[in-house]
């Protein structure tokens, strides 16, 4: 079954792991900026990054048939210096017309703290002003619950964006509806370790119904596996759900959300 990866981090990742992507049946990614690993120490790192994002990965990408888009920001574990955070806010104009570019993010909350509160007004700000979707990084573990209500909220002080362009990342069990009941699309993350196994992310299928919701592996730097999506899909199948409804999660739905976008332009591979 071919299927859209929304939120996998190339950057951090092998050729060799494009090649088994390709394989698996994927056919669009789309990478969000996020954490290298260490802080960047100036706004010309985060340049060089964004050239990388929009450069190099759609080129890797393309030797496997792959079509690369990716998302720009200053991630939430770097927005707790507010200088460096402004500075690079006003790089990342010069890059939406990027041909891969979807939007603005992932943007969202690390430790729930003002100062990540601050920079995450001002990336919405950012995507208003520019008319861009957004995608949204919700804490891990125990500060998931409070860092979410906290993003709904701030969110809520911005009625000029349309909830169907913002896809909230990282839900759980429950964090789910809340974001759902809001307008949002939601993002199931699949990790070996932390967040949604394969098994607790069709739990919640089950839960809430395929509207507005997405899976993806999130493969970075850490324990993570950049072939959880056909996972998700083999335990789909095990437990005897509709091909239709598989195929809704891992390709019409991300592939919907992201058509908001002016820079996404992906036929459905079925109609070749």
């Not at 998931?144 to 839900?171: N, W």
């Not at 596996?225 to 789909?236: C, F, G, Q, R, S």
Request: charged share 25%; with cysteine; glycine share 6%.
């Amino acid at each position: 079954m071919y299927y859209i990866d929304p939120h996998i981090h190339m950057v951090s990742r092998t050729t060799d792991d494009y090649a088994t992507l390709a394989r698996m049946g994927c056919v669009a990614m789309s990478e969000p900026a996020f954490w290298a690993g260490y802080d960047r120490g100036s706004a010309d790192g985060f340049r060089d990054y964004f050239r990388q994002l929009t450069e190099v990965e759609p080129a890797r990408a393309a030797q496997f048939g792959i079509r690369h888009f990716c998302w720009l920001c200053i991630n939430a574990k770097e927005a707790e210096n507010v200088q460096l955070s402004r500075d690079v806010l006003k790089l990342i104009p010069e890059f939406l017309d990027c041909a891969n570019v979807l939007g603005i993010g992932e943007i969202g909350l690390n430790k729930n703290t003002r100062n990540e509160a601050i920079i995450f007004q001002e990336h919405v700000e950012l995507a208003i002003e520019h008319q861009q979707a957004v995608l949204i990084h919700t804490p891990h573990l125990e500060d998931k619950h409070q860092g979410t209500k906290m993003i709904l909220d701030m969110l809520a002080d911005h009625p000029e964006l349309a909830p169907g362009s913002v896809l909230v990342d990282h839900v759980e069990e429950h964090t789910v509806k809340a974001v759902l009941d809001a307008g949002y699309w939601a993002g199931m993350t699949l990790y070996p370790v932390t967040k949604c196994t394969p098994s607790r992310a069709v739990d919640i299928i089950e839960m809430v119904g395929a509207e507005r919701l997405c899976v993806n592996s999130a493969g970075d730097w850490g324990p993570s596996k950049p072939t959880a999506v056909p996972d998700l899909i083999m335990e789909m199948r095990r437990r005897g759900h509709r091909e239709s409804l598989i195929r809704k999660i891992v390709f019409d739905n991300p592939r919907e959300f992201f058509q908001q976008s002016k820079n996404f332009d992906l036929a459905d591979p079925a109609n070749r």
